[in-house]
Antibody, heavy 122, light 111 residues
Framework: QLQLQESGPGLVKPSETLSLTCTVS??????????WGWIRQPPGKGLEWIGS???????YYNPSLKSRVTISVDTSKNQFSLKLSSVTAADTAVYYC??????????????WGQGTMVTVSS | QSALTQPPSASGSPGQSVTISCTGT?????????VSWYQQHPGKAPKLMIY???KRPSGVPDRFSGSKSGNTASLTVSGLQAEDEADYYC???????????FGTGTKVTVL
């Protein structure tokens, strides 16, 4: 059974870089059948797509975050990662990693991690 | 890219049906058959309920159904049960410049 688990610091200072890793277990991130993505949810608010990546390294980003976001993949560790630079309090959110249901980057997310809360504060 | 518009709330009694709308534009909902619906209970990760407008993932009850007409997609929950009380979000492909846009979310209450 495929599982995803987010990990990383729960507290980041303003202007610094938020770094999270998603570890995939029970399956291979190198499968050609899926994309993988990051989604976030500020407290009490809705969902926001951050970006998606294929095992080959091909990426797609939300235009509103593109200048600050980098998503990368490490197939040897069965992980993919998120870096968000120059963070502010507006980046405080629960961050989820998820698998896309097919090899189309714009399709639905069918398996999600449990989410990790990241607070931006000095 | 603006979020898709959903009603803030919807409700129904056990056994009844409730339908949630998701309104976008011809650049997202109306332009592609990549609309999906997610259920989220408090403190939990979203769960995929419907994808590609009307497909149900394995394990999702057939009480959940999706459809689309023009720029508006809909999720119908038939035979409401207490465990269906949750927040529901739609999403859609929005073109090559912004792959993914979510809806504003609807809180479903089972009376």
């Amino acid at each position: 059974q495929l599982q995803l688990q987010e990990s990383g610091p729960g507290l980041v200072k303003p202007s610094e870089t938020l770094s999270l890793t998603c570890t995939v277990s029970g399956g291979s991130i190198s499968s050609s059948s899926y994309y993988w993505g990051w989604i976030r949810q500020p407290p009490g608010k809705g969902l926001e797509w951050i970006g998606s990546i294929y095992y080959s390294g091909s990426t797609y980003y939300n235009p509103s975050l593109k200048s600050r976001v980098t998503i990368s993949v490490d197939t040897s560790k069965n992980q993919f990662s998120l870096k968000l630079s120059s963070v502010t309090a507006a980046d405080t959110a629960v961050y989820y990693c998820a698998r896309v249901v097919a090899a189309r980057p714009y399709d639905a997310f069918d398996i999600w991690g449990q989410g990790t809360m990241v607070t931006v504060s000095s | 890219q603006s979020a898709l518009t959903q009603p803030p709330s919807a409700s129904g009694s056990p056994g009844q049906s409730v339908t949630i709308s998701c309104t976008g534009t011809s650049s997202d909902v109306g332009g592609y058959n990549y609309v999906s619906w997610y259920q989220q209970h408090p403190g939990k990760a979203p769960k995929l309920m419907i994808y590609e407008v009307s497909k149900r993932p394995s394990g999702v009850p057939d009480r959940f159904s999706g459809s689309k007409s023009g720029n508006t997609a809909s999720l119908t929950v038939s035979g409401l049960q207490a465990e269906d009380e949750a927040d529901y979000y739609c999403s859609s492909y929005a073109g090559s410049n912004n792959l993914y846009v979510f809806g504003t979310g609807t809180k479903v209450t089972v009376l």
